[in-house]
């Protein structure tokens, strides 16, 4: 039994307790702050690794507590690694970016059972075995360990001499975001490791899956409503958001939770399995999953997906599928990773769920560019937990290509954040009173003309309404504009911007800045406080000094998005230097000693904007505003390194429909991200993105083993870059 020391007696606990304890002389504060740490460092273990608490969380503050004031008392007791230390650091100014000591790669995906299995044949026979397609009892001599595929965000931890040193984010595979200030506060990620059992390798690094929980992101949202910030799309959005968070108390304050699924270097490195691997990462103090399970067969592997498709939907975290892989290290060594994903590891992702629902109307919203963009309303329907009553149906070509009318029986699905898509029509189920789709030939909102866009085919792309002063184009540029990823405006959410626009308050991106001048109309909005108002002047003006590339990125330049804003004001500096510049130049600028990847229409756009009038009086308003119009070389440079994304160096090829995305406008948007997009596939390629009714290509690259990705994981990508 533990002895009771006198600092335990305090006033929630019963003197007499004393009676039958043995009586301790009292520790000094040296020794209670180590017994504090001990004690903590236990119960966060009890918590994240075990997940069999022993104490409330009132408890637990309360002996972070007594350490806190231990150590306010005796400063020279204070450790780097104390629990104490984990929240308290001072925002940085920028992410570093540092090189993986080992890549960290992707996985293969794969949707059905054969190609599972056919996956398992070329394991085997990369192995020098016999070809054991379909085979049954046992798996050819291969092991696998299943783990769930968590839903979060990549993480990689360094330890050296047991202590952490350092935290990434995975970035490109290459290098990553140094992001320790905020992995250090996260309570699941121990600081030291416990050598309780065995003493950790020199270094030890650890991959994993950073993920929240979808009870804490539900809290999160619920109060971000109510501060009058957009909520977040879903659990994983709001961890990486949260990961890149400058300031470390941020994210203290949200609860991440961590599994650890992988080795990265290791010196010495005595692991023969990623079973023996697991269990180490968890005996040092690291959480890993309690759902993995090592399995002989390739019969065991997929009752245990068919298994955890059914558990799933009860844990209280997102997952998408389950990752397979082999479990000897030296078998993995064997069969050698490919260009981005190893050869000895594979997703099997759970298809997106479906529903089948009536339609019931379709409304063309109007977006920042004018773009007209349909929306179904459905009759409600339960879908992967939710009720959806909405979906979208990108363009009018995609409506004629789908032959979608009102009435019709529609399947919708949804895949990871993205909202319900309309996959196809139950032309069976056809009645006779259904109503073809009119195309809008007026904005919905100011009745202005539409122009219609076609792509080389003369398939119609997007519609657009054709009136630059349009209310609804005004109210959905302000929104982007204070987008997260734009300006940042705390306090501007959805809601405030419609009210805002709908009083006359605001009319150009300028009159956000001089909002301050008009307080007491603002606080004559419905639900307005003074220090909801307050927080929202205090908003706009901290949002001043984002730089140019924010701005750029803000404004909603058709083509003009993140990545290339980043890019050009970086290039220029400053928006007067970019005011001189000719549309050529801003097409043919190097960085490096290299294309920068703006391309003719991303250079032509901006050029335009740039130089009509409404463009040239938006950047007036914004000068006399006072909002920062440079960019200083090195911000740019911390915050996103030219080259630091998947795409960067690729060798891409597109071949099928894409739903979401234009030809042209993609391959821009991949050059601006450094990759070359060509015409056909050979050995040469690294990646092939495939949409649907690809053919020889598609065919061709399987056989040559390029990695392919489907759409949803092109969106993906595109959504983390
Ligand atoms: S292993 C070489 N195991 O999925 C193997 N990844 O789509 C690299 N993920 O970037 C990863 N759960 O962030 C592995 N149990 C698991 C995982 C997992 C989720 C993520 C990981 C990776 C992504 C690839």
Redesign the pocket.
Known sequence: MRQMTPTHCNARASCNAWASVTIRAMPTPAERVVELRAEIDRHNRLYYVEAAPQISDRDFDDLLKELEQLEAEHPDLVTPDSPTQRVGGEPIDGFQTVEHARP????D?TYDRDDLLKWHDRVVKGLGGEDDLFGGDNAGGVRYVC????????LSLRYEAGHLVRALS?GDGQRGDDITHNVRTMRAVPLTLDTGEAKPPAVFEA???VFMTDAEFTRLNKQRVADGQEPFKNPRNCTAGTLKQLDPRIVAQRSLRF?A??RGECDPDPYETQTGFLEAARAFGLPT?PE?KTLDSTDAVWDYIEGFAQRRGELDYE?DGV?I?VDSIAQQDELG?RSK??RW?I?YKYAAEQATTKLLRVDWQVGKTGKLTPRATMQPVDLAGTTVQHATLHNFGEITRKDIRIGDEVVIEKAGEIIPQVMRVVVESRGKDVKPIEPPTRCPECEADVEVEHDGDEKETARYCSNPECPAQLRERLIHFAGRDQMDIEGLGEKVVIQLTEAGLVKSFGDLFTLHTKRDDVLELERMGEKKADNLFAGLESAKSRGLSRVMAGLGVRHVGRTASRIIAGHYGSIDALMEATKEEIETFEVDGEKSGIGPEIASSLHQFLHSEAGRHVIDELREAGVDLTESARATEVAAPRGDNVFSGKKIVLTGTLESFGRKELTERLEAFGAKVSGSVSAKTDLVIAGEKAGSKLDKANKLGVEVWDESALVEALGET
């Open positions: 960290m790669l992707s996985i995906n783990e769930p595929k968590v839903d979060g965000v990549a995975r991959r994993g899956e599994y699924h992988g999953n993995t997952t990752v892989k990773v994903s190893p590891c997703a």
